[in-house]
């Protein structure tokens, strides 16, 4: 399912890094996808970016944090991004180069099948939502500031409506159906992965009443779920407590209140 791959130079020395492009509904989409060296089996992470185009795009010093965990990470910049094809769906169609990319990690040498692992932030923790419902053996889905209710979003961040109606067609009011198809709250039954919910209380970007609604969701459907709030933190964390978060997730183990 990789098309094509070329090695770039990587800021540690052992991780090997590569910007690949895939397949998605027969697109050719770009990540990026690095790997620890010498080592075999390890789980995988599927990073899904925020923003959308050149906003919140995929940096190589994030990939390198989450390889450095001993994990092989696949982070796709989405269709229509750095030459590749198509256009970007803000959620809609363009979930498919996540799920695709799901797909792409799962069938590496280097992965274990059975430990992979979807971190979505901003925008991408729908992504990851939409994906973990599509492919049910994801062992985790962290969704970091992470957007859950796309008609929030319009109602909260007025600088994105004009973007959103372009993208989407429309407003909530004359479209509903069209930002419900892009919320994965009503539709968690379907999801079988563990939960972990991180979110800043002062994010400004991304109100924490998505975290809130989130995990109300899960309850609602009894999966299982865990939710990390960080008092003073806004949409970006400081680094050395966003370091010691990707760590502690990227453990999996036991979540809890920080």
């Known amino acids: 399912m990789i098309i094509s791959q070329t090695n770039l130079k990587s800021p540690h020395s052992a991780i090997e890094l590569m910007e690949i492009t895939y397949c998605s509904q027969g697109l050719r989409v770009k990540a990026y996808l690095a790997t620890p060296r010498n080592q075999n089996k390890l789980p995988g992470l599927l990073y899904l970016r925020g923003g959308i185009k050149r906003v919140g795009m995929v940096r190589i010093e994030r990939v390198i944090q989450w390889a450095s965990e001993g994990m092989v990470v696949m982070a796709p910049f989405y269709r229509g991004n750095f030459g590749g094809e198509g256009r970007e769906d803000f959620c809609g169609e363009d979930r498919q180069d996540a799920i695709s990319a799901f797909d792409v990690l799962e069938s590496l040498d280097s992965v274990n099948r059975h430990s992979i692992h979807i971190v979505g932030f901003s925008r991408g923790g729908t992504m990851a939502l939409l994906t973990g419902m599509e492919r049910s053996n994801a062992k985790t889905i962290t969704c970091w500031n992470g ?52 979110h800043g209380l002062l994010d400004e970007h991304v109100s924490v009443e998505h975290a809130f609604r989130l995990k109300k969701s899960c309850d609602r459907f009894k999966k299982q779920a865990d939710m990390w709030l960080y008092p003073t933190f806004k949409h970006q964390f400081p680094y050395e407590a966003q370091k010691k978060s990707a760590c502690k997730c990227s453990s999996m183990d036991e979540a809890s209140n920080y």
């Open 147 to 198: 957007v859950s209710d796309m008609k929030l979003t319009y109602e909260e961040r007025v600088d994105l409506r004009r973007m959103m109606k372009r993208v989407v067609g429309g407003t909530p009011n004359k479209y509903p159906e069209r930002y419900e198809w892009r919320t994965p709250l009503g539709k968690l039954e379907q999801l079988q992965s563990r939960v972990l919910i991180i």
